[in-house]
């Protein structure tokens, strides 16, 4: 029997599959929304990147819905990417509107699937950037998209947002994940303030357990010097 039961959507990215693989280990049951199957999740949904928002939603719920027996204690949307541009760049639309699909989109079903699936009490985290909370000239497409998330965030932790009572969401807002990703674009930085993807994934463990839970509609800045992460409320 399992322990508990989690959906990470963006289950196969670096920081998806850091959460998938702790919480396996936890022996929670797994399920993994994204492109391309997680090995290791106990069922996998794959999106279709071609669909529309609509489409994508109703073939999700359909899946999960299909897949999960009873609720689930949590629901990490850790999907999403990274496009600069400003407003003169020839991409900007074209940036903006990848970066509305991967971070709006997926964190919008995210909520939807928590309205039909998320236990009392469970835990909903969304994934917004600390950027975002002033201005990001050099990426308006990303800021506008995370900016996006964290407003998403304060009205889900409202009273009549039609999550399960009791629930919390919160979005974390990492200045730099030590991602493979990251390393190999940016190999002379310092490593010692990047956020361990380990370190988020026990702290999603301790929240789902109920233990020193941030409060509902807290935007959680995640910030590392020599190694050791701090959380601040944005």
């Not at 290791?40 to 719920?61: C, G, H, P, R």
């Not at 010692?192 to 789902?208: F, G, H, N, P, R």
Request: glycine content about 10%; overall charge neutral.
């Amino acid at each position: 029997m399992s322990a508990g039961k989690v959906i990470v959507y963006g289950g196969k990215g670096a920081l998806g599959s850091t959460i998938l693989e702790f919480f396996k280990k936890q022996n929670f049951w797994t399920l993994s929304i994204d492109i391309s199957a997680n090995d290791q999740a106990d069922v996998n949904v794959q999106v279709n990147s071609e669909a529309t928002w609509v489409e994508q939603e109703k073939a999700i719920l359909e899946k999960v819905g299909a897949a999960v027996n009873g609720q689930v204690d949590g629901i990490f949307c850790v999907a999403g990417g990274w496009a600069g541009g400003d407003a003169a760049n020839e991409d900007f639309i074209k940036n903006s509107d990848l970066m509305w699909k991967q971070s709006v989109w997926s964190s919008s079903i995210a909520a939807r699937i928590a309205a039909k699936h998320l236990k009392e009490g469970g835990v909903l985290q969304l994934t917004g950037a600390a950027p975002a909370v002033a201005g990001t000239p050099g990426m308006i497409g990303y800021g506008m998209a995370k900016a996006a998330v964290h407003q998403l965030v304060k009205s889900l932790s409202a009273n009549g947002s039609g999550l399960p009572k009791d629930t919390t969401v919160f979005a974390l807002l990492p200045v730099t994940l030590d991602t493979p990703m990251n390393r190999k674009w940016m190999p002379k930085a310092d490593f010692a303030t990047w956020t361990s993807m380990t370190w988020v994934a026990e702290q999603l463990y301790k929240w789902v357990g109920g233990s020193s839970r941030p409060e509902s509609g807290s935007l959680l800045k995640l910030t590392t010097v020599n190694n050791e992460t701090t959380i601040e409320n944005q």
